[in-house]
């Protein structure tokens, strides 16, 4: 084996562990900085005074944003009709894989299983993703601005970090939605103009890129058919509200006297801040953003902290169980699948 291969790979596990290590250290120092001039008695005594009969409610409510996330997965594959039930699954396995491994994982495991159990090419199923993504952005980007426009008429002043996040967020959901439209109404155009650029390629090699291209196309030009773009913008919407509903439950669990435009500004500033998870289940980093967030309203600390704590559990955990179940049994599906077209024993 040549002496750089080895030299390659210890380089690649260094990067990946001086990742994980960086994302270890900023989530202590989260963490740190959350507990930090907490009381230990006004933190127990939060848990002990808490209103337990809401968590219920916001936990079906996850359960129903994940739901609209799927429907708008859905309708991505127009004119194709994945089935809905099949997707659900796919997704919380996603949702799962995300939550408990680095680097968004749960986004190749949904190109797996999507292309495994339904057969559906794995080039367009990654086009969808990619338009989800950009979707979450504009919408991110719109709820910034409601969100900017409601502080305009309080006393509360735009803090420096949640100002420096819009400066970034603005102009790439600009970008994301001057993508959108491109891809969407001039995607397969510029894509006939760039394949002749693939004849010197042998022809299995050239076939096999063109039909991958066709299919991403696809994924995109969904937008162009004014039915389907006004359900994947619905569904987000709902997505969006739900989320925001699901931070007023949680408030009503904790006394917390805030309504639905602190509950859109705390989405905001999670959606900003644990976009890139340091470590899975953005341990440390969740519950502080909720503290600094809440403390803008003169929310204790230690009640911000638990509140930040209990709403990452009812955001995270109802999922990951449901998605190792989802996984067991669509590994399980697979496994039968693969027996019965197998040869006769």
């Keep these: 084996m040549p002496k750089g291969s080895g030299l390659e790979r210890l380089a690649r596990w260094s990067r990946r562990e001086w990742r994980l290590l960086a994302g270890l250290a900023l989530s202590v120092v989260c963490l740190?900085?959350?507990v930090r001039g907490t009381s230990p008695q006004a933190l127990w005594q939060a848990l002990a005074t808490a209103q337990w009969q809401w968590i219920g409610p916001a936990i079906v409510l996850v359960l129903?944003?994940?739901a609209f996330k799927t429907l708008r997965w859905q309708v991505l594959f127009f004119p194709q009709r994945v089935p809905l039930a099949r997707l659900w699954s796919i997704f919380?396995?996603?949702?799962?894989?995300?939550?408990?491994?680095p680097a968004r994982a749960g986004e190749v495991g949904r190109l797996y299983y999507v292309g495994e159990v339904e057969g559906t090419s794995?080039?367009?199923?990654l086009s969808t993703i990619v338009v989800e993504k950009m979707v979450d952005l504009i919408m991110l980007a719109l709820a910034y601005l409601l969100v900017a426009a409601w502080l305009a008429t309080t006393s509360i002043v735009l803090p420096d970090w949640l100002h420096a996040a819009g400066t970034v967020v603005l102009p790439l959901a600009g970008l994301a939605l001057g993508g959108l439209l491109v891809l969407a109404y001039f995607g397969r155009p510029a894509w006939q103009s760039v394949r002749r650029l693939l004849a010197p390629l042998p022809p299995a090699w050239r076939e096999r890129l063109e039909a991958a291209a066709e299919r991403a196309v696809v994924g995109f030009e969904a937008l162009r058919h004014p039915p389907t773009s006004l359900r994947v913008w619905l569904w987000?919407?709902?997505a969006w509200i739900f989320s925001v509903a699901t931070n007023v439950f949680v408030?009503?669990?904790?006394?917390?006297d805030l309504g639905w435009s602190e509950a859109l500004l705390?989405?905001?500033?999670?959606?900003?801040?644990?976009a890139v998870p340091p470590l899975p289940g953005n341990l440390g980093v969740f519950p502080y953003l909720c503290q600094l967030t809440l403390s803008l309203f003169g929310v204790p600390a230690e009640t911000g902290l638990v509140y930040g704590l209990v709403l990452q559990a009812v955001a995270y955990l109802p999922l990951v169980v449901l998605g190792l179940v989802l996984l067991l049994r669509e590994n399980w599906t697979l496994r039968r699948a693969s027996s019965a077209s197998g040869p006769p024993g």
């Design 32 to 34: 740190g900085l959350a």
């Design 64 to 66: 129903a944003g994940t």
């Design 92 to 101: 919380c396995i996603g949702q799962m894989l995300n939550t408990l491994l």
């Design 122 to 125: 794995r080039s367009q199923a």
């Design 236 to 238: 987000s919407l709902l």
């Design 251 to 256: 408030f009503r669990a904790f006394e917390i």
């Design 266 to 274: 705390l989405v905001v500033v999670l959606m900003s801040g644990v």
